[in-house]
């Protein structure tokens, strides 16, 4: 099946500091990979969509200088949230599509990576 | 995007079968219907999809009504590790947009 794996599964830094979550497509290639964040008793709410060899689109109200994403590869990307403060505190998860766009095929997760700034 | 609509929570018992509903009125000819599940403290499961006929598959089964606006997430017996929140999502084959729209999703305890 297909794997979506996600690193670091957690972490915790101080207010100030830069922090970058990996998201890897091990057994598949992934032109486009989802990025989405999560508050308590929240449900998932979408960041950016994040294109390889390209720019991320981001959904409204998401800062792109804040969480910088980059698609280096058909098989990575990577959310930096810059600066981080209190309230970037969540439950950060990404997904990938295998296939071309578009396509049937489901959307995989990676794990989550929880994010705690203090 | 297409809105679906479920209900906050459900409860079953252990080793009884669950049907979880989802109304979705506006989905166009194109859409499938995806459903995914979320244990605690962990990132969204594939459960399973389709786009007109029933499916099944080792998880579950999903049941399409003919005019398409509504389905139905079956699982046949429902275990402890079952509880989650189940969410049901319709996604674009063509037009429109490739990512997916969370709901509240419905919330399922399954009893011992």
């Known amino acids: 099946g297909a794997v979506v794996s996600q690193h670091p599964s957690w972490v915790i830094c101080k207010s100030g500091t830069s922090v970058k979550i990996e998201c890897r497509s091990l057994?598949?290639?992934?032109?486009?990979m989802f990025w989405y964040r999560q508050f308590p008793k929240q449900s998932l709410m979408l960041m950016a969509t994040?294109?390889?060899?390209?720019?991320?689109?981001?959904e409204q109200g998401v800062e792109k200088d804040k969480f910088l994403i980059n698609h280096a590869s058909l098989t990575l990307s990577t959310l930096t949230v810059t600066s981080a403060h209190p309230e970037d505190s969540s439950f950060y998860i990404c997904?990938?599509?295998?296939?071309?766009?578009?396509?049937?095929?489901?959307?995989?997760f990676g794990d989550g990576t929880r994010l705690s700034i203090l | 995007d297409a809105k679906t609509t479920q209900p906050n929570s459900m409860e079953s018992n252990e080793e009884e079968p669950v049907h979880l509903p989802c109304n979705h009125s506006?989905?166009?000819?194109?859409?499938?219907i995806h459903w995914y599940r979320q244990l605690p403290s962990q990132g969204p499961e594939y459960v399973i999809h389709?786009?007109?006929s029933n499916v099944n598959n080792r998880m579950a089964s999903l049941a399409i009504a003919e005019d398409r606006k509504s389905s139905t997430l079956i699982l046949h017996r429902a275990t402890l590790r079952d509880a989650a929140v189940y969410y049901c999502?319709?996604?674009?084959?063509?037009?429109?947009?490739?990512?997916?729209?969370f709901g509240k999703g419905t919330k399922l305890t399954v009893n011992p």
């Open positions: 389709g786009l007109t």
């Open positions: 994040s294109n390889e060899g390209s720019k991320a689109t981001y």
């Open positions: 997904s990938a599509r295998k296939g071309e766009n578009y396509s049937n095929q489901p959307q995989h």
């Open positions: 999502i319709l996604s674009p084959t063509q037009g429109g947009s490739e990512k997916l729209v």
């Open positions: 057994d598949f290639q992934a032109t486009t």
């Open positions: 506006t989905i166009s000819g194109t859409d499938y």
